[in-house]
């Protein structure tokens, strides 16, 4: 069984840094990416950014660019969050999928339980 477990979220203000980790389990797991994809309160479940396993290439939703930046080492991925907005308060899932380029939740084969990320205004 495969299990993907996060941690890392907190409460911030507004600016500050937080960096996400997520670690991937289970004699079975292999994903050609890793991504997060984030929840804001009544929102739908919306992309943050992915990684390809092999190449280690990067993409990113418009509305982080330049502010996050994702990577893995092992079986790690972690998100590193700066210059964080109120706008960025939300759950956060680790994702894992067996396609090079995720970007909606059905591209997503694996799914972490989420960590809550809450900036104070």
């Known amino acids: 069984q495969v299990q993907l477990v996060e941690s890392g979220g907190g409460l911030v203000q507004a600016g500050d840094s937080l960096r996400l980790s997520c670690a991937a389990s289970g004699r079975s797991f292999s994903a050609v990416s890793m991504g997060w994809f984030r929840q804001p309160p009544g929102k739908e479940r919306e992309f943050v950014a992915s990684i390809s396993w092999v190449g280690g290439r990067t993409y990113y939703a418009d509305s982080v660019k330049g502010r996050f930046t994702i990577s893995r080492a092992k079986n790690t991925v972690y998100l590193q969050m700066n210059s964080l907005k109120p706008e960025d308060t939300a759950v956060y899932y680790c994702?894992?999928?067996?396609?090079?380029?995720?970007?909606?939740?059905?591209?997503?084969?694996?799914w972490g339980e989420g960590t809550l990320v809450t900036l104070s205004s």
């Open positions: 994702a894992g999928a067996q396609k090079v380029r995720i970007g909606a939740p059905d591209d997503i084969d694996y």
